[in-house]
């Protein structure tokens, strides 16, 4: 079992920057593939960024340029790091942690850019 809690997220000026934090407890932290997800008002939930348990990462669409998806094993701890932030980045952001068939989510945290 694998409990995810998030923070980090707040309201934030364009143009500023912002990093998000995912503790993570319970199984073995670094046998597990975590990534970072977003759901905008209306919209379905997306992949931002995922990152193995060796550190290597992959960025969708919406990740690439402006985001930095980090881990730290020792702390159980991944981050998000988002450089000028724009309103389109206003979103929930969850954390993701994939362990075997296992998929476990944080409960959130939202992200609100004003212009």
């Known amino acids: 079992q694998v409990r995810l809690v998030e923070s980090g997220g707040g309201l934030v000026q364009a143009g500023g920057s912002l990093r998000l934090s995912c503790a993570a407890s319970g199984s073995t932290f670094s046998l597990i593939l975590m990534g970072w997800y977003r759901q905008a008002p209306g919209n379905k939930r997306e992949s931002v960024a995922v990152?193995?348990?060796?550190?290597?990462?992959t960025y969708a669409d919406s990740g690439k340029g402006r985001y930095t998806i980090s881990r730290d094993n020792a702390k159980n701890t991944m981050y998000l790091q988002i450089n000028s932030v724009k309103p389109e980045d206003t979103a929930v952001y969850y954390c993701?942690?994939?362990?075997?068939?296992?998929?476990?989510w944080g409960q959130g945290t939202q992200v609100t850019v004003s212009s």
């Open positions: 990152i193995s348990n060796d550190g290597s990462t």
């Open positions: 993701n942690a994939v362990s075997g068939v296992n998929v476990y």
